[in-house]
């Protein structure tokens, strides 16, 4: 397998969980289009955002702790499981789009403008934006009531974990944007942001979340976390560095973006600090600009370059990644769940979208 190779068995679990997702969202849409067909809209949109594409890792996750403890692998709940982790990262998505002033996501208008768009081109009366915005709210929390639903089933304990990721990840949300309106962002702050935003809610608790389904010990849930919080934060660190430098047709967002929206990254913490008073003073004064110019992007990579930012965040990547991958030999676990773990980490760390 090539570093940015998925697994195989990533695709047959994405369409096991994108077939309950629709299994889900289609007699819902008729249900409340019966009512009125203006509701036909919002949930037809967020249907087509969740199945339009992602790489369904939480899913994956959840599955291959839950088999490697001893589930049932046709079990439903797992896929349950699955398609409330895909609907509750939809929530997060679109609310994400809407603070970021995002445009499009998956190759589709983002969810508030294209509402936007269809007041424009209705004549409807008020802001067009505000009512965008507020119809985005509301298809993110249909997303996160519809998550909720699909774990109806599972045990307590899964509730309770469900619980701690939905608060974490809204945490680690808030603490994003305050980083980003601070203005020059410390590798300290950043790891932080990495850790609740996206390391916990990627990869750690859907973890635990097959664990709790499965009944596992508690011992498993302290080793499988020293495999999911490195690599998560590895996860996040391969994030930033695509932001800057991946390519726009692989990872489906312009080149620049992070820096035109000052996130408070580790890779651009490590830059204001080795940066020469002349280049820091330019960061200063321009990261975060959203009129910042191609030429202005073009300089920024360079310095991320040239501090050595780029090549001590890849350095924590592949740090991160050993780390997992020796805390992972010590789980008690199935050997396939060992094999696709491992194959899901070295991928996670190294994909190129």
Same mark, same amino acid.
């Given at each position: 397998?090539?570093?940015?190779? %998925?697994? /195989?068995?990533?695709?047959?679990? @994405?369409?096991?969980?994108?077939?309950?997702?629709? %299994?889900?969202?289609?007699?819902?849409?008729?249900?409340?289009?019966?009512?009125?067909?203006?509701?036909?809209?919002?949930?037809?949109?967020?249907?087509?955002?969740?199945?339009?594409?992602?790489?369904?890792?939480?899913?994956?996750?959840?599955?291959?702790?839950?088999?490697?403890?001893? *589930?049932?692998?046709?079990?439903?709940?797992?896929?349950?499981?699955?398609?409330?982790? +895909?609907?509750?990262?939809?929530?997060?998505? =679109?609310?994400?789009?809407?603070?970021?002033?995002?445009?499009?996501?998956?190759?589709?208008?983002?969810?508030?403008?294209?509402? +936007?768009?269809?007041?424009?081109?209705?004549?409807? $009366?008020?802001?067009?934006?505000?009512?965008? +915005?507020?119809?985005? =709210?509301?298809?993110?929390?249909? @997303?996160?009531?519809?998550?909720?639903?699909?774990? %109806?089933?599972?045990?307590?304990? /899964?509730?309770?974990?469900?619980?701690?990721?939905?608060?974490?990840?809204?945490?680690?949300?808030?603490?994003?944007?305050?980083?980003?309106? $601070?203005?020059?962002?410390?590798?300290?702050?950043?790891?932080?942001?990495?850790?609740?935003?996206?390391?916990?809610?990627?990869?750690?608790?859907?973890?635990?979340? *097959?664990?709790?389904? %499965?009944?596992?010990?508690?011992?498993?849930?302290?080793?499988?976390?020293?495999?999911?919080?490195?690599?998560?934060?590895?996860?996040?660190?391969?994030?930033?560095?695509?932001?800057?430098?991946?390519?726009?047709?692989?990872?489906?967002?312009?080149?620049?973006?992070?820096?035109?929206? @000052?996130?408070?990254?580790?890779?651009?913490?490590?830059?204001?600090?080795?940066?020469?008073?002349?280049?820091?003073?330019?960061?200063?004064?321009?990261?975060?600009?959203?009129?910042?110019?191609?030429?202005?992007?073009?300089?920024?990579?360079?310095?991320?370059?040239?501090?050595?930012?780029?090549?001590?965040?890849?350095?924590?990547?592949?740090?991160?990644?050993?780390? @997992?991958?020796?805390?992972?030999?010590?789980?008690?676990?199935?050997?396939?769940?060992?094999?696709?773990?491992?194959?899901?980490?070295?991928?996670?760390?190294?994909?190129?979208?």
């Amino acid at each position: 397998m090539s570093t940015a190779e %998925a697994p /195989a068995s990533l695709a047959h679990l @994405a369409a096991r969980v994108d077939t309950r997702v629709d %299994a889900l969202l289609v007699p819902e849409i008729e249900r409340w289009s019966t009512l009125d067909p203006d509701l036909a809209l919002p949930l037809g949109d967020l249907r087509e955002l969740v199945l339009a594409g992602g790489k369904r890792l939480r899913p994956a996750f959840c599955y291959w702790a839950f088999v490697g403890s001893g *589930g049932d692998p046709t079990d439903p709940i797992v896929i349950d499981a699955g398609a409330s982790l +895909e609907l509750l990262h939809t929530f997060a998505l =679109v609310h994400d789009d809407v603070m970021d002033g995002s445009l499009t996501r998956r190759g589709l208008d983002a969810i508030h403008i294209g509402f +936007e768009k269809r007041h424009r081109s209705g004549g409807w $009366r008020g802001e067009p934006r505000r009512f965008g +915005e507020g119809v985005a =709210v509301l298809v993110g929390d249909l @997303a996160f009531v519809y998550a909720d639903l699909l774990l %109806a089933n599972a045990p307590r304990r /899964a509730h309770d974990v469900f619980t701690d990721l939905r608060l974490e990840v809204n945490i680690g949300q808030y603490l994003d944007l305050i980083g980003t309106v $601070r203005g020059r962002p410390t590798v300290d702050a950043a790891r932080r942001i990495c850790c609740y935003k996206s390391g916990k809610y990627t990869i750690e608790r859907p973890l635990h979340l *097959g664990l709790a389904l %499965a009944n596992a010990p508690d011992s498993a849930y302290d080793t499988l976390s020293r495999y999911g919080m490195p690599l998560g934060e590895a996860f996040q660190l391969r994030d930033d560095l695509l932001g800057v430098f991946g390519d726009e047709i692989e990872t489906g967002k312009p080149v620049g973006v992070d820096l035109r929206e @000052a996130k408070p990254t580790a890779l651009v913490a490590r830059a204001f600090d080795a940066a020469r008073p002349i280049d820091r003073q330019f960061l200063e004064l321009r990261f975060g600009a959203h009129d910042l110019t191609e030429s202005e992007v073009e300089r920024m990579r360079t310095l991320l370059r040239t501090t050595g930012a780029h090549d001590a965040v890849e350095a924590d990547v592949r740090r991160l990644l050993h780390e @997992a991958l020796d805390a992972l030999e010590k789980a008690d676990i199935t050997a396939e769940a060992h094999t696709e773990l491992t194959e899901l980490a070295v991928y996670v760390a190294e994909r190129t979208s």
